[in-house]
């Protein structure tokens, strides 16, 4: 947040706030496409911050098998 406030404030608004992209780019007088390029390059640093070793986010792995009795 310190050596970028904006894409950290689109976080903050989106995870904690529970606040769309749209209404973002509203409070923020951004457009919506910025809020959403702002939430990917943090979501960019935040990776690289927690380096390799961590496991792959849960929309990245497969589904697991399903059951005929569904």
């Known amino acids: 947040a310190a050596s ?3 894409p950290a ?3 903050e608004l989106h995870v ?4 769309t992209f749209d209404e973002i780019a509203a409070m923020l007088d951004l457009s919506e ?3 959403r390029s702002d939430w990917t390059y943090a979501r960019a640093v935040l ?3 927690l380096g390799p070793d ?3 986010n849960a929309s990245s792995q497969k589904p697991g098998p399903v059951s005929a009795d569904r």
């Open 16 to 19: 904690f706030g529970g606040l």
């Open 47 to 49: 990776a690289d911050a």
């Open 33 to 35: 496409r910025t809020a």
């Open 54 to 56: 961590q496991p792959p």
């Open 9 to 11: 404030q689109v976080v």
């Open 4 to 6: 970028d406030p904006r």
